[in-house]
């Protein structure tokens, strides 16, 4: 099982530096925004994946995950916001630094 998740990891990794090189702001460099990308869609999806699993463990709800409508939506509600947070993070320009003095 291991092997499969670490492939469908490096399938999406290989994505999602394709679809940040276009998506990016022009002023970006495209391995910032990459590891920005790839930095926030993780910590974003972890957090959502571990609440609703909790919360769903809570109600008495993990036997939807068992149905695929159910399972479905569980994956919509983690990757949905963790992509449009980590989109929105990489469409922001980059930070101007004021120089030293």
Known sequence: MLAVFVTIWAIFLV?????????????QTPLAA?????TVF??????????????SEVAGW?????????????VILVFAPA???ARWQ??????RMPPPE
């Open 15 to 27: 994505l999602a530096a394709l679809y940040v090189y276009r998506a990016r702001h022009p002023e």
């Open 34 to 38: 990459y590891l920005i990308f790839v």
């Open 42 to 55: 993780t910590a974003v999806a972890f957090l959502l994946f571990g609440t609703l699993v909790y919360l």
């Open 62 to 74: 993990l036997g939807a995950l068992d149905h695929p409508a159910g399972a479905v939506l569980f």
């Open 83 to 85: 992509i449009a947070l």
């Open 90 to 95: 990489i469409r922001r320009p980059p930070r």
